[in-house]
Nanobody
């Protein structure tokens, strides 16, 4: 198993930036594909971004492409989500997730492990 703890959320004005972090512990971090998801008030959880075990592949939802960047540091068991040009529509609880699946569409893997989430609020 792997345990995930997110941090870095907060309140920011539209156009601002935040950097989310997700610290992992447990089994070998580099064995997992890592993803970020979010759940906005009154909406279902949606995929945001994912990164392959090596960092060589990334995938983004169309809504964040060009504004968000996912990265990982396998030496320190951490995955990041740099969020720029934030919009009020980005307001949500953001979750980090890990998948033991390493091949295929990164957005459609089975993510078995989840963090508790961190709140991101973007004011207009």
């Amino acid at each position: 198993q792997v345990q995930l703890v997110e941090s870095g959320g907060g309140l920011v004005q539209a156009g601002g930036s935040l950097r989310l972090s997700c610290a992992a512990s447990g089994r070998t971090f580099s064995s997992y594909t890592m993803g970020w998801f979010r759940r906005a008030p009154g909406k279902e959880r949606e995929f945001v971004a994912a990164i392959s075990w090596s960092g060589g592949r990334t995938y983004y939802a169309d809504s964040v492409k060009g504004r968000f960047t996912i990265s990982r540091d396998n030496a320190n068991d951490t995955v990041f989500l740099q969020m720029n040009t934030l919009e009020p529509e980005d307001t949500a609880v953001y979750y980090c997730a890990a998948s033991p699946e390493l091949l295929g569409n990164l957005a459609r893997l089975n993510y078995d492990y989840w963090g508790q989430g961190t709140q991101v609020t973007v004011s207009s």
